[in-house]
């Protein structure tokens, strides 16, 4: 099993008899739900792992993105949760 993050993109698939799980993203998601998200798994059973979301101060974040140097874009991005068609 390998457990990864980074890719902003939770999920768990198997590839060549190996379990890959990607925690997702707290802060810049690319799967349309702004919650922060994290995994709850026992090593012995890769295929049960269950995806947490909880809420994450977006509103927050998204403000403090708009009033430093940092591109509006990365604001919209923990907005829609990576997904601009929903703004």
């Keep these: 099993m390998i457990v990864f993050g980074h890719a902003h993109r939770p999920y768990a698939k198997r590839a060549g ?4 799980v990607n925690v997702g993203s707290v802060g810049k998601p690319k799967d349309g739900d702004p919650r922060a998200c994290y995994v709850l798994m026992d090593t012995s059973r890769p ?3 269950e ?3 909880v809420p994450y101060p977006v509103d927050i974040m998204a ?10 874009e990365f604001a919209k991005d923990i907005e829609t949760g990576g997904h601009p068609e929903r703004v």
Excluded: C, K, N, Y
Aim: hydrophobic fraction near 45%.
């Design 17 to 20: 008899g190996v379990w890959f």
């Design 47 to 49: 295929e049960d792992v």
């Design 51 to 53: 995806f947490v979301r």
């Design 63 to 72: 403000h403090a993105i708009r009033t430093s140097e940092l591109p509006d």
